[in-house]
């Protein structure tokens, strides 16, 4: 590898001796020509705190919905917010995944248990109608720890 030039060592030694706030500029290992930066959204600013891409960006539902992977506080359980993150998904792939998830729920890995129990009685052949009737009344009542699914007839 050629030797850095001058300009590139000074402004190297000047980042790591006088950090900027919010700003995290460390030069690669094997190549210091590379840096690694992170930097944090400005005060007062919707970025706030906020490391994007390099984390997932926090996502949660305001309006309540009744789905097993969605907890009463409108968190989403959605793999690519968490664990399966990548820097190369874009907000436009999170808001699919979303809307894929409203289609095609996951009761085997829920957020939320009694929804997820409730879901999987639907999916074994009980009348739909009756299960939504179920399901409303049991949620605005606030009894769905206790629910039980309806029987066939």
Same mark, same amino acid.
């Given at each position: 590898?050629?030797?850095?030039? *001058? *300009?590139?060592?000074?402004?190297?030694?000047?980042?790591?001796?006088?950090?900027?706030?919010?700003?995290?500029?460390?030069?690669?290992?094997?190549?210091?020509?590379?840096?690694?930066?992170?930097?944090?959204?400005?005060?007062?600013?919707?970025?706030?705190?906020?490391?994007?891409?390099?984390?997932?960006?926090?996502?949660?539902?305001?309006?309540?919905?009744?789905?097993?992977?969605?907890?009463?506080?409108?968190?989403? @359980?959605?793999?690519?917010?968490?664990?399966?993150?990548?820097?190369? #998904?874009?907000?436009?792939?999170?808001?699919?995944?979303?809307?894929?998830? #409203?289609?095609?729920?996951?009761?085997?890995?829920?957020?939320?248990?009694?929804?997820?129990?409730?879901?999987? @009685?639907?999916?074994?052949?009980?009348?739909?109608?009756? #299960?939504?009737?179920?399901?409303?009344?049991?949620?605005?009542?606030?009894?769905?720890?206790?629910?039980?699914?309806?029987?066939?007839?």
């Amino acid at each position: 590898m050629t030797a850095l030039p *001058r *300009r590139i060592i000074k402004e190297t030694q000047r980042l790591m001796q006088e950090p900027v706030p919010g700003i995290s500029a460390v030069p690669d290992e094997s190549n210091a020509r590379y840096f690694h930066v992170i930097v944090t959204g400005p005060e007062d600013s919707p970025f706030e705190g906020e490391d994007y891409p390099m984390s997932a960006p926090k996502v949660r539902f305001i309006t309540k919905i009744y789905h097993p992977n969605i907890d009463r506080l409108g968190r989403i @359980c959605l793999d690519i917010l968490k664990d399966k993150w990548s820097p190369a #998904l874009q907000i436009r792939t999170v808001l699919l995944s979303i809307q894929a998830l #409203l289609s095609a729920p996951n009761p085997d890995d829920p957020l939320a248990n009694d929804v997820a129990e409730l879901w999987k @009685c639907t999916r074994s052949g009980l009348n739909p109608d009756i #299960l939504v009737f179920s399901i409303l009344v049991q949620h605005e009542s606030s009894a769905l720890d206790d629910a039980r699914p309806p029987e066939k007839v």
